[in-house]
Each structure stands twice: as structure tokens, then as C-alpha cells.
């Protein structure tokens, strides 16, 4: 079955620095999507990416589809304390609608 | 408040217990997802209606789980003779034409 791999796993960073994540694919993807989960909350959705080449902004956030469509990035600059939880990495492919999710990056920001 | 709602919240109930949670979409939604996540792990694919059919179940899916969306609207996760394995935080999600999914706040489940 798909799988992605997520990295880092965790990143420990000071206030106002530029963050960089990572996802990739063993099988292309048709979307990707990037979400945030707090703790006990369900993923809220950051970014989605429709095609090859494609990079988008929401705000300080920016991610890009991966040419190969078996990755994506995700970015976020000058990072501010609300930034700390995890971000979740999840594709889509095929005909059907179910997304493969990565097992997130742990944001902490250092104030 | 228009986003995904989910209930309960919280659910601890004892092995060998049935349970059933709801699942509210955001209005005019037709396709609803089911997920599970436990700690340290992202969502995993349980299940996905389209309106009040269901189209694809996970292997995840045990005889044990049965989801239904019996008007096309809300939906139920039941889970019969729980088990600690179990143990984890249901997701449903909502979607209108894409696949931009929108989740609720889950149900943490604890099987004791």
C-alpha cells in the first residue's frame, strides 16, 4: 500500500526562525494536503496542492507539489509560539477519495 | 458553529462493551470519512460515504466495526465487543467535491 515518510519527526526552534518539512511518497499522488493538530483536537487544514510544480501560500505557510508528485514540502517563516503542534503530511491518489497521512512533524517554538 | 461535530468527546468504557459515536458533516456535504489515530501516528482510513453509501471500507474495518449514514447526513460508528486495541481517537471528517477533507475534534475512546 502507499506510505509516506514524514521528517524530521521533530524540530525544537527559536522564535522568528524559518521552519522546512518534508513528505515522501513509495507511489504518486494526485493532492497533497497539509494539516496541524493540537493536542486532543482533531487536524485542521493548512494547504492544498492540485498539481506537479504547484507551490501556494496561506499566510506564512508555503508548500509545494513535487514535480515526481511523490513529494511535497511545507515551509513556515518567521516563526511565532502559536506554530508549536504537529503537522501531518497526507496524499491522495487514485479514483477514490481516502488520504494516506504521514506520522507528523512535532513543532515546538522556543519564545 | 458550522464545522465538523462529533459526540462524544470523550468515551471510556469497559472490554466486551458496545459503543457508538456521531458524526455531524458540515451542512451540504456528501462525502464523509472516517478515520482512527493512535498516539504517535496520523489518521488512518477507516471507511468514506458518499451521501448514504458507503463506497470503500480498510481492511482496519473489523466485522466488529459497522458505519452508517442512513439519510445521507449525519453518521454512527459503532464498534461491538470492544477491545483495548481499540483504544484511540476516532476522526470523521467532511468533504463537498474534492478531497479537501475537514475533520471534527474526534472521539477519544478508552477501552478498560
Known amino acids: 500500500g502507499q506510505q509516506l515518510n514524514q521528517s524530521p519527526q521533530s524540530m525544537f526552534i527559536q522564535e522568528g526562525e524559518d521552519v522546512s518539512m518534508n513528505c515522501t511518497s513509495s507511489?504518486?499522488?494526485?493532492?497533497w494536503l497539509w494539516y496541524k493538530q493540537d493536542p486532543g483536537e482533531g487536524p485542521v487544514l493548512l494547504i492544498a496542492?492540485?498539481?506537479?510544480?504547484e507551490l501556494t501560500s496561506n499566510g506564512r505557510l508555503t508548500a509545494q507539489f513535487g514535480i515526481t508528485r511523490k513529494d511535497s514540502f511545507l515551509n513556515i517563516s518567521a516563526s511565532i509560539p502559536s506554530d508549536v503542534g504537529i503537522y501531518f503530511c497526507a496524499g491522495q491518489g487514485g479514483s477514490n477519495y481516502k488520504l494516506t497521512f504521514g506520522k507528523g512533524t512535532l513543532l515546538t517554538v522556543n519564545p | 458553529d458550522t464545522g465538523v461535530s462529533q459526540d462524544p468527546r470523550h468515551k471510556i468504557t469497559k472490554r466486551g462493551q458496545n459503543v457508538t459515536f456521531r458524526c455531524d458533516p458540515i451542512s451540504e456535504h456528501n462525502r464523509l470519512y472516517w478515520y482512527r489515530q493512535t498516539l504517535g501516528q496520523g489518521p488512518e482510513f477507516l471507511t468514506y460515504?458518499?451521501?448514504?453509501?458507503?463506497?470503500?471500507k480498510s481492511r482496519l474495518l473489523s466485522d466488529r466495526f459497522s458505519a452508517e449514514r442512513p439519510k445521507g447526513s449525519f453518521s454512527t460508528l459503532e464498534i461491538q465487543r470492544t477491545e483495548q486495541g481499540d483504544s484511540a481517537m476516532y476522526l470523521c471528517a467532511s468533504s463537498l467535491e474534492g478531497v479537501e477533507a475537514f475533520f471534527g475534534q474526534g472521539t477519544r475512546l478508552t477501552v478498560v
Open positions: 507511489s504518486i499522488f494526485n493532492t
Open positions: 496542492l492540485y498539481k506537479a510544480g
Open positions: 460515504f458518499q451521501n448514504e453509501a458507503q463506497l470503500e
